[in-house]
């Protein structure tokens, strides 16, 4: 089923057939909504919720609306093992879910290797951390703030405990830095391109890197863009009177739909030679066409009617940077490279998230030169600053040392 399916949840296993049916007499909670067809079970309006989530401009990602149903499947599997549906929850019932998501007992957790249809699947692989607990928290409590606002619940049963605000995140360690950048680079150029499929491999590999290090796009974002929403505006006279070391050109990535159906765009000068190097290996003109609807993250395979493919699924994409990241390892490690080891380490966990991260701890760091702060947000395609707030000063040796000195200054 896709992440977008909004179809009523799945009723595996549970008490009643594993279906949740209304009960015979209305919970003390439950009422007629005023705008939903009456006689609809849990499941189904929860349904109509999850199609709300996804409708108009404001609609969720396709990633996040997956974790939506995630947290409607665990909701209505705990709801069928204490047979209570969820329309007669009381705040106890609400706070005993709560409490049983942090510590499941042994029987309510599957092995990794159960599918979906399987008598024995469970939507749980284990205990959740205190953050992703209080995710399924926010998402359950926003599903029955939703319940009470159409009219199917008279009050939020989770209206009694305490909310769940949003931490001040963590400063972000997960980013590759300029120097594995390059080691990246490096590794795929060393390649041997004696053969068609290599060279393209090569030249789109390469562009890759450079694609998510030198953009911060999010993987999602990648896999829907087009080559035409690469465009390139003549600077004008008025903003290299603002701007006297401007460039005569600006090339620009228009992110048609992004986090939360957001528009954006993104300066991408910085990938210009590596995209028409990409372009040119597939036998493109260098420049890409106003109406060029070929994907921007191409496949080394053509379609039955020769065009190129294009790369669909981010699961793909991530597999491809994660190889390159071993690729590099091994590269670094086969020539001798003078790589920290627990720089190396670190990095062995990199994704392709992790580059994005790259961007935005350049962007950072352009704070400090004149970037104002409202850029970088529309760069990354965030709302809030205390999200790139995270990518602030992140190195601790950097900000000790920086202490340390200025101490040692000030005593002289």
């Known amino acids: 089923m896709s992440a977008r399916d909004t179809s009523p ?24 909504s005023p705008v939903l067809p009456p006689g609809l ?12 989530k996804a409708t108009g401009r404001g609609r969720l990602a396709t990633t996040t609306l997956a974790q939506y149903r995630i947290e409607a499947e665990r909701l ?3 709801a069928r093992q204490t047979d209570v549906p ?8 609400f706070a ?43 998402i359950v409590t ?76 999010r993987t999602t974002e990648a896999v829907k863009c087009r080559m035409q929403h690469i465009e390139i505006h003549r600077v004008s006279g008025a903003l290299r009177r603002e701007f006297p070391d401007a460039p005569e050109f600006q090339w620009l990535l228009h992110v048609e739909s992004g986090k939360g159906g957001k528009e954006r765009w993104v300066p991408c000068n910085e ?27 191409l496949s080394a395979r053509r379609t039955r009617f020769g065009q190129w493919k294009g ?20 590269y670094a490690r086969a020539t001798g490279r003078d790589v920290d080891e627990k720089e190396l380490k670190q990095f062995a966990g990199a994704s392709t998230h992790w580059l994005r991260h790259s961007y935005a701890k350049g962007l950072a760091e352009a704070l400090k030169h004149g970037l104002d702060a409202r850029s970088a947000l529309e760069n990354m395609g965030h709302a809030d600053q205390r999200t790139f707030n995270q990518y602030v000063d992140d190195e601790p040796l950097k900000r000790a040392l920086a202490t340390h000195l200025a101490r040692e200054r000030a005593t002289r």
């Open 41 to 52: 079970t849990d499941e189904e309006i929860v349904a109509r919720w999850l199609t709300a």
């Open 271 to 297: 990938i210009a030679l590596s995209l028409q190097a990409y372009r040119l290996a597939f036998g493109l003109p260098p420049v890409p066409a106003p109406d060029e609807a070929l994907p921007l993250v």
């Open 96 to 138: 005993g879910f709560i409490a049983f998501l942090q510590a499941p007992a042994p029987w309510a957790m599957r092995a990794r290797a159960v599918r979906r249809g399987s008598p024995d699947w469970r939507p749980f692989l284990g205990p959740l951390t205190d953050r992703s607990a209080g995710q399924t928290q926010k």
């Open 142 to 217: 926003s599903l029955f703030e939703w319940l009470r606002d159409v009219g199917y619940l008279k009050i939020n049963p989770a209206v009694g405990l305490p909310t769940v605000g949003r931490r001040a995140q963590g400063k972000q360690g997960r980013f590759v830095p300029p120097d594995l950048c390059a080691l990246l680079c490096e590794a795929i150029d060393s390649r041997a391109d004696d053969t068609r499929q290599e060279q393209l491999l090569k030249a789109r590999d390469r562009f890759l890197v450079e694609l998510f290090s030198r953009t911060g796009l």
């Open 9 to 32: 949840i799945r009723r595996e296993g549970g008490g009643a057939g594993g279906v949740s049916r209304p009960a015979p007499a209305a919970p003390a909670n439950r009422q007629e």
């Open 76 to 78: 209505f599997w705990y």
């Open 86 to 93: 969820i329309s007669a929850w009381t705040l106890d019932d």
């Open 311 to 330: 790369v669909r699924h981010r699961q793909a994409i991530w597999d491809v940077i994660t190889g390159l990241r071993d690729e590099a390892i091994a």
